[in-house]
């Protein structure tokens, strides 16, 4: 996995009016923001704690298509509240896109970045 986070990752402007659900254990969290994005993997924040290895699912809907990917978590790590009035806790969250979806992923990642 070190090799993956080596690419070339790229930090999306905004998510082009689309919307990303993470999914965990069928229940679904509103992606917060996109920290980073590959073919290979993706960092987000979302307002749920993440046990590493987890299996996830995320879902992206905007006009120009739907597409959902499934990964791994591979860290999370809580965020820093950046001032007194946060009252949800935040979490980043890195997340390792499976190998075997090739296909998915560079959909997914174009929509994402397009």
């Not at 659900?21 to 979302?46: M, T, W």
């Not at 978590?73 to 950046?82: F, M, N, S």
Request: charged fraction near 25%.
């Amino acid at each position: 996995m070190k090799e993956m986070g080596r690419t070339k990752r790229v930090v999306p402007a905004e998510q082009s009016g689309g919307k990303l659900v993470l999914l965990l254990e069928e229940q679904g969290f509103d992606v917060k923001s996109v920290r980073d994005v590959s073919p290979f993997g993706i960092g987000v924040c979302i307002e749920r704690d993440v046990v590493i290895d987890e299996e996830v699912c995320l879902s992206y809907q905007a006009e120009a298509g739907d597409c959902q990917v499934y990964g791994v978590v591979v860290w999370c790590v809580p965020v820093k509240p950046e001032n007194a009035i946060q009252v949800t806790p935040l979490f980043h969250i890195g997340i390792c896109l499976d190998p075997r979806n090739v296909e998915s992923n560079l959909n997914f990642y174009r929509l994402i970045v397009d």
